[in-house]
């Protein structure tokens, strides 16, 4: 009889250890959640981190042609014609600065985030990759390297207003918003508003 009263206390002095046991794992894993939550700055840290991820580049394959002549009181003077072709390979990047966004955390699963407005981070030509075709040769107007530079330099603003007329700015900010909307759902927040940096008119 002694037997089973005491296997029945041990039985009961274990199933209420176990009790006690889970009560205080649920409260320090509750707890720990509250503990991982996320201000507005270790957000900001995290996002810092995928800029990479959200820009936009378009590739070029293109051809500048050059033509310029000595000038006299601004009228080109004959037979000083010079002239050449340049094939080239390049690139242009677009993104959003994302040091420049701003958070504000409401709690556990609502967010804010306004993202400036994107811009064009890089624009490449490949020095290696230019073929130089159909080059004067006048030695009453030589080429020169600044002539070359001054294509390559031309050619660039080319390819940013090209670019801008295909919709690379609109391309960056979407990708900043899906790149940053991935993060924050991976991070618990469910509630999350993203809105682009308004940019007041300059007033002449």
Do not use: C, W
């Not at 966004?101 to 490449?124: E, G, Q, Y």
């Amino acid at each position: 009889m002694n037997t089973k009263i005491r296997i029945n206390i041990l039985t009961v002095f274990f199933f209420v250890l176990s009790v006690i046991l889970a009560i205080l794992l649920l409260a320090g894993n509750k707890r720990a959640e509250k503990e991982r939550g996320y201000d507005s700055s270790s957000v900001m840290n995290r996002i810092s981190y995928i800029q990479e991820l959200a820009l936009v580049r378009y590739n070029y394959t293109g051809v500048i042609s050059y033509k310029d002549y000595r000038k006299f009181l601004n009228i080109n003077v004959p037979l000083t014609d010079k002239y050449f072709l340049l094939k080239y390979n390049g690139y242009i990047k677009a993104g959003v600065d994302f040091n420049r966004i701003n958070v504000t955390v409401d709690n556990d699963t609502t967010i804010h985030i306004s993202i400036p407005k994107p811009k064009i981070l890089d624009t490449v030509i490949d020095e290696k990759s230019i073929q130089v075709y159909n080059e004067s040769e006048n030695a009453f107007n030589p080429i020169k390297i600044s002539d070359y530079n001054e294509a390559i330099s031309r050619e660039k603003n080319v390819m940013i207003r090209d670019a801008v007329e295909q919709g690379i700015y609109r391309q960056a900010t979407d990708e900043a918003k899906i790149a940053i909307t991935s993060l924050l759902r991976e991070m618990g927040f469910k509630d999350i508003h993203i809105t682009e940096e308004l940019v007041m008119p300059q007033l002449n």
